[in-house]
């Protein structure tokens, strides 16, 4: 992976929870490079190296995905599908922060492949908590192929 690789490729589109996971990130000192996709097309956008990201190289990034279910225009559960089904991509650890405590959103995150489901947390410091402890995990202590 070179230099210009993203580490993390965060999916969000609630501008608080957005904040709240950069601050725990820069908090956490785990991860400089870190994009960031406002709604699924975006996200799918980078992924693929299409539209405003087809200068990128698939083969740079992200480390791993931190995905939002809820998200306008193309939702997490069919972005996660396509990360999935895409042999480029399907390496590539995706880990769903989500509010939805939907079993079906549940059960289908992981039919699709998801690495890991977990429930935002409330308050601000469980949610700062959980983004360092997530951090931690899928950049230091998990070991991927690569590329």
């Not at 931190?66 to 599908?81: A, C, F, I, T, W």
């Not at 999935?84 to 390496?91: E, F």
């Not at 959103?105 to 992981?110: A, I, Q, T």
Request: proline letters at 5%; aromatic letters at 6%.
């Amino acid at each position: 992976m070179n230099a210009q690789a993203v580490e993390i490729l965060l999916v969000e589109d609630n501008p608080e929870d957005l904040e709240l996971t950069l601050r725990a990130f820069r908090k956490s000192n785990l991860a400089n490079r870190i994009e960031v996709a406002r709604d699924g097309a975006e996200a799918l956008d980078f992924l693929f190296c299409e539209g405003s990201h087809s200068g990128r190289r698939i083969e740079d990034g992200p480390r791993f995905i931190l995905l939002d279910l809820k998200l306008p225009k193309v939702d997490g559960l069919e972005v996660l599908q396509r990360v999935k089904a895409d042999p480029r991509t399907r390496d590539i650890p995706v880990v769903i922060l989500t509010s939805s405590r939907e079993q079906r959103d549940l059960v289908e995150s992981y039919r699709l492949g998801v690495n890991s489901y977990i429930l935002k947390p409330v308050n601000f410091e469980g949610f700062v908590a959980a983004v360092e402890q997530l951090g931690l995990y899928w950049l230091l202590l998990n070991q991927s192929p690569e590329p």
